[in-house]
């Protein structure tokens, strides 16, 4: 008897896939039962040539969770054969086409895609395919048994190149262990991009040999607000930590072989506090004392910032060395700046800012913010990268290689594309996975807007009236998730999911105008999905509202009322 019972997982994908054929089986309910194949003890992993580096993730994760070996070998009537080949001349990169269905070349599962990643992306269908249980690291029933699966034809691709989520490890870091995982996370949910949040005004959170007091004095925080920032309680246990560089290269590989790129932010001239307390020659120190500052300990934009002086362009010209080293190109073309949130109060009073502004000619503060940005646009150019950073870079003149990850809503992405600049889109009113789920008082620390699971759902990153040119230079979207307010793992757990099941869908399926989206197929769909998310072990939002353990009462949050504006 098969270990996982027959059900009807071929109606249950997420992200829904572009075209799904099944071998139906006559009933009456709406999704028919698919005849079923079996994967079985004697069942064979067929590595075609090119392939051969997908075989021990396959084996560590189906492989775990069912208990079977799949040993390498020939093609077998219950084996699976993996292959390089085109599929038709338009399929992207990371298209595939899963077969489950012995009557086509005699194998139970042929996945073909033109490259590696599009075999990665087949893995994932085929997993959520064999039921829950194949999310899980080791089999609940043991080994020897056989494995039920319909038959299915799948012809998969993705809408968008770029689909990420954006980890903010600098408020509340995570650990190495947790980063990996949710790799793995975003890995199963068919997303490409892991945008590495690692600096920030409250902690420094990568090793750089050069300045070492970037971590023994910046990834370190006496203390941490309890909630909103207008909250009066505090977490006083010191807080912190960083990844070496070996953690970092670890990270790195790891991805890469999820076919996941990544993409470290650095961020400057603002949210730079924790820098400036390591090394105060940074900021602005004609205005204020900066040798009396440590890492901040609170949340919101942070007035200090760094000065526009040579030493600091030298400074992060040789983080950057370091990161390019740590962050390969084929791995992370992107090199995010971030560039957002920069008071200019200090620069106005500044002397040295003041003196710099005349000496460029500039026409103020916004100009001289644009100048420090294009600078490492240039100089990241010059090293074979591209510079990203969020969309107030567009304030005082876009720097010329420039994307645009846009923040603040649709408009700043939209003038970036139509002046022909590349876009990330990731609207704070859509996609920050930090903003409240719903609007009950038993929500944890509730932060910004109600960001359902349906309102994500509905969210649609090209926004109406885009013409065709503009919308070409739209690379994708991407999910960010901020932690002040999500103290470990199970929290960032909490905010993130399950909402982002639904961006992962919006992200690789080709769906109808939001409106007339089908959510309560979605829904259903989801009701399968919550069980591979148990197996996973994320302590997700149940659809009925958090459990007793998920609440935080009695500390302050800063929910928004009203619909976000649409702008």
């Given amino acids: 008897m098969p270990t996982n019972p027959p059900n009807n997982t071929a109606h249950t994908l997420i992200p829904a896939p572009r075209t799904l054929l099944t071998h139906d089986t006559p009933t009456s309910t709406p999704h028919p039962l698919a005849p079923l194949t079996h994967l079985t003890p004697t069942t064979t992993l067929h590595t075609a040539p090119g392939t051969e580096p997908l075989a021990p993730l396959l084996r560590n994760t189906i492989g775990a969770a069912t208990g079977l070996p799949l040993p390498g070998g020939a093609p077998t009537p219950d084996g699976i054969v993996l292959r390089l080949t085109p599929i038709a001349p338009a399929t992207p990169a990371e298209g595939y086409r899963l077969t489950t269905d012995r009557s086509v070349e005699n194998v139970a599962v042929l996945l073909e895609s033109p490259t590696p990643a599009g075999l990665f992306r087949g893995i994932q269908t085929l997993r959520q395919l064999l039921g829950p249980e194949a999310f899980r690291r080791a089999p609940l029933r043991g080994a ?5 699966l319909p038959q299915v034809s799948v012809t998969d691709e993705p809408r968008f190149a770029w689909r990420g989520l954006m980890l903010d ?7 190495k262990d947790g980063v990996l995982r949710y790799l793995d996370l975003i890995a199963a949910h068919k997303l490409n991009v892991f945008h590495f949040h690692l600096t920030d005004d409250q902690g420094w959170r990568i090793e750089i040999k050069r300045h070492p007091r970037l971590t023994t004095v910046g990834a370190w ?4 607000k309890w909630g909103h920032r207008a909250s009066p309680l505090w977490d006083e246990k010191p807080h912190g930590g960083y990844y070496t560089q070996d953690d970092i290269r670890e990270i790195v590989a790891y991805a890469a072989e999820r076919h996941i790129r990544v993409v470290p932010e650095i961020d400057l001239p603002g949210h730079s506090q924790a820098a400036i307390a390591a090394y105060p020659e940074l900021g602005n120190t004609d205005v204020i004392d900066t040798a009396s500052l440590s890492v901040w300990d609170t949340w919101g934009v942070n007035p200090n910032v760094l000065a526009p002086t040579d030493t600091t362009l030298r400074f992060y010209e040789d983080v950057l060395e370091e990161v390019l080293e740590l962050f390969p190109e084929d791995v992370s073309p992107f090199i995010h700046i971030g560039g957002d ?37 240039t100089w990241l150019s010059a090293r074979g990268r591209r510079l990203i950073g969020w969309d107030e870079i567009l304030e005082g003149g876009l720097a010329p290689g420039a994307a645009v990850a846009s923040w603040r809503g649709y408009g700043a992405g939209v003038a970036a594309a ?20 719903a609007p009950g008082a038993d929500e944890p620390m509730p932060i910004g807007f109600v960001r359902t699971l349906e309102d994500v759902y509905r969210f649609e990153p090209v926004p109406p009236g885009l ?26 757990d ?19 105008a939001p409106a007339d989206r089908d959510f309560a197929d979605f829904e259903a769909r989801m009701t399968a999905h919550y069980r591979r998310l148990d197996a996973l072990g994320v302590d997700y939002r149940p659809p009925t509202g958090p459990l007793p353990w998920q609440r935080r009462p009695g500390v302050l949050g800063r929910p928004i009322e009203g619909a976000p504006p649409n702008r």
């Avoid at 020897?144 to 039920?148: E, R, V």
């Avoid at 909490?494 to 109808?512: C, G, I, K, M, N």
């Fill in 467 to 492: 013409g065709p040119e503009a919308a070409a230079h739209i690379l994708g979207t991407q999910a960010n998730v901020w932690t002040e307010v999500m103290e470990n793992q199970a929290r960032v």
């Fill in 169 to 175: 490890v600098a408020r509340h870091f995570m650990p």
């Fill in 341 to 377: 949130e920069c008071p200019k109060d200090q620069w106005q009073k500044s002397d040295i800012a003041q003196a710099r502004i005349r000496e460029l000619g500039l026409a103020g503060e916004n100009e001289l913010q644009s100048w420090i940005i294009r600078h490492f646009d």
């Fill in 418 to 437: 139509e002046a022909g600049h590349d876009v990330v889109m990731c609207p704070e009113q859509y996609v920050y996975l930090d903003h409240r789920q």
């Fill in 144 to 148: 020897g048994q056989s494995w039920a």
């Fill in 221 to 224: 925080r006496g203390r941490t």
């Fill in 494 to 512: 909490y905010q993130t999911f399950p909402r982002l099941a639904a961006f992962a869908e919006v992200a690789w399926s080709v769906l109808p």
